[in-house]
């Protein structure tokens, strides 16, 4: 059974930090491009950040370029999400996504596994 367990979002203050950790299962993790997507309220969903599965390419929105960096550790199947410098406009729901390619996660096709969803709030 693919599983994919978003852990890490909560409140913040404009400015500061927040990571995000998805731990995978029941899919060969090594094989599969990793990535965030958000939705924030009354908005539509949207690309945040991608990683290929070799980890050596990563992919970002041009909102979150130069404060957001995605990670992986293919030995403990996780991928992480260091948020920085957050805003106001960063509030959403974070999604942690799974695909054999990383284009799919930037142009949000049809995905092959989501996770549940972590709460990110940033007050100003």
């Known amino acids: 059974q693919v599983q994919l367990v978003e852990t890490g979002g909560g409140l913040a203050q404009a400015g500061n930090s927040v990571s995000l950790s998805c731990v995978a299962s029941?899919?060969?993790?090594?094989?599969?491009?990793m990535g965030w997507l958000r939705q924030a309220p009354g908005k539509e969903r949207e690309f945040v950040a991608a990683v290929h599965w070799t980890g050596g390419g990563t992919y970002y929105a041009d909102s979150v370029k130069g404060r957001f960096t995605i990670s992986r550790d293919n030995a403990r199947n996780t991928v992480y999400l260091q948020m920085n410098d957050l805003k106001p406009e960063d509030t959403a729901v974070y999604y942690c996504?799974?695909?054999?390619?990383?284009?799919?996660?930037?142009?949000?096709?049809?995905?092959?596994?989501w996770g549940q969803g972590t709460l990110v709030i940033v007050s100003a």
């Open positions: 029941g899919f060969t993790f090594n094989s599969y491009s």
């Open positions: 996504v799974a695909d054999r390619y990383p284009t799919t996660i930037t142009s949000m096709g049809s995905l092959e596994a």
